[in-house]
């Protein structure tokens, strides 16, 4: 699987990306396209055992800032548990001003920098980035990267990063539990058997059946049955999954409320932007 995935992330810092438009290895989310900030305090990860979708890492040391217990991470791009195993090494390793200059300013991807995280990184994400720094990943990044524009507002720059809270977070996660789990949402019962207090799911149902010829009907009654059948199991007795977030500058509703059919279902409107959660009740 790693030779396999270095294999393909080499190919697209080469520029044939469009060979790989129908794999899930053909990007990587280096920032998070949600105000994570906004809507933590209604998820409330404080102490709580936490699922969530590793997508940027952004998620995680959010998590992490918030006082998270545990978080278990799963993704079903490989790309992203590398990306986010990076970005929590990073955070271990520089200072606060070099890990922005790092991810988000005009160092980004700098390979001095790389060389200070390196040896926090386990071997396979070892291998997974030297082969990338070897291909030129300093300069080519943009090609393998979703959010190649980058600014410093809130909606792109998490609090986390900010002086105040970047130490806490590299302390807190001292404390808490990681687990890394690459796998498809619609398997993820299968490959844990714990119990969580909230399931972050971002806005996975928006990208979940876009490679099924569904209509939007067809694609939340599936939805819908996957997470009261199946994904509720891993929720603790008053748990709250969050269904979906809007990232900035979308109104849409993934979810109509009359298709939901579920007394527990819980709408959170939060600047331009809307989350759906669904509350376990005992």
Not at 4 to 16: E, T
Not at 67 to 96: C, E, H, M, R, W
Not at 158 to 176: C, V
């Given at each position: 699987m790693l030779r396999s995935d270095i294999k393909v992330a080499n190919r697209i810092l080469d520029g044939f990306g469009e060979d790989y438009s129908n794999d899930h290895r053909n990007t990587i989310y280096n920032t998070a396209t949600e105000?994570?900030?906004?809507?933590?305090?209604?998820?409330?990860?404080?102490?709580?055992?936490?699922?969530?979708?590793?997508?940027?890492?952004?998620?995680?040391?959010?998590?992490?800032?918030?006082?998270?217990?545990?978080?278990?991470?799963f993704d079903i791009n490989p790309f992203q548990i590398y990306f986010t195993k990076l970005k929590v090494s990073a955070l271990k390793a520089l200072s606060v001003g070099e890990f922005n200059d790092y991810f988000y300013k005009n160092l980004i991807f700098s390979r001095s920098l790389y060389y200070k995280v390196?040896?926090?990184?386990d071997n396979s994400t070892k291998l997974f980035f030297d082969s990338l720094y070897k291909n030129d990943l300093e300069s080519k990044f943009y090609r393998l990267m979703a959010n190649e524009h980058m600014d410093d507002s809130f909606s792109v720059i998490p609090s986390y990063t900010k002086e105040e809270n970047y130490y806490l977070t590299r302390d807190n996660l001292e404390k808490m539990d990681i687990r890394y789990i690459t796998s498809d949402?619609?398997?993820?019962?299968?490959?844990?058997?714990?119990?969580y207090d909230v399931i972050m799911l971002?806005?996975?149902?928006?990208?979940?059946?876009?490679n099924k010829y569904l209509t939007e009907e067809e694609k939340k009654d599936k939805f819908m049955k996957f997470v009261n059948t199946r994904l509720i199991n891993l929720l603790s007795d008053d748990g709250i999954i969050q269904l979906y977030s809007s990232a900035s500058g979308y109104k849409e509703k993934a979810l109509e409320e009359e298709s939901l059919r579920n007394d527990n279902m819980g709408y959170y409107s939060y600047l331009d932007n809307e989350m759906i959660t669904l509350k376990k009740t005992r």
């Amino acid at each position: 699987m790693l030779r396999s995935d270095i294999k393909v992330a080499n190919r697209i810092l080469d520029g044939f990306g469009e060979d790989y438009s129908n794999d899930h290895r053909n990007t990587i989310y280096n920032t998070a396209t949600e105000e994570i900030d906004h809507f933590m305090p209604v998820l409330n990860v404080e102490n709580k055992k936490v699922l969530a979708v590793a997508g940027s890492g952004d998620q995680l040391l959010t998590c992490a800032l918030n006082g998270a217990k545990s978080v278990d991470v799963f993704d079903i791009n490989p790309f992203q548990i590398y990306f986010t195993k990076l970005k929590v090494s990073a955070l271990k390793a520089l200072s606060v001003g070099e890990f922005n200059d790092y991810f988000y300013k005009n160092l980004i991807f700098s390979r001095s920098l790389y060389y200070k995280v390196r040896d926090y990184l386990d071997n396979s994400t070892k291998l997974f980035f030297d082969s990338l720094y070897k291909n030129d990943l300093e300069s080519k990044f943009y090609r393998l990267m979703a959010n190649e524009h980058m600014d410093d507002s809130f909606s792109v720059i998490p609090s986390y990063t900010k002086e105040e809270n970047y130490y806490l977070t590299r302390d807190n996660l001292e404390k808490m539990d990681i687990r890394y789990i690459t796998s498809d949402l619609l398997k993820i019962h299968k490959k844990t058997k714990k119990e969580y207090d909230v399931i972050m799911l971002s806005n996975i149902y928006k990208w979940l059946y876009s490679n099924k010829y569904l209509t939007e009907e067809e694609k939340k009654d599936k939805f819908m049955k996957f997470v009261n059948t199946r994904l509720i199991n891993l929720l603790s007795d008053d748990g709250i999954i969050q269904l979906y977030s809007s990232a900035s500058g979308y109104k849409e509703k993934a979810l109509e409320e009359e298709s939901l059919r579920n007394d527990n279902m819980g709408y959170y409107s939060y600047l331009d932007n809307e989350m759906i959660t669904l509350k376990k009740t005992r």
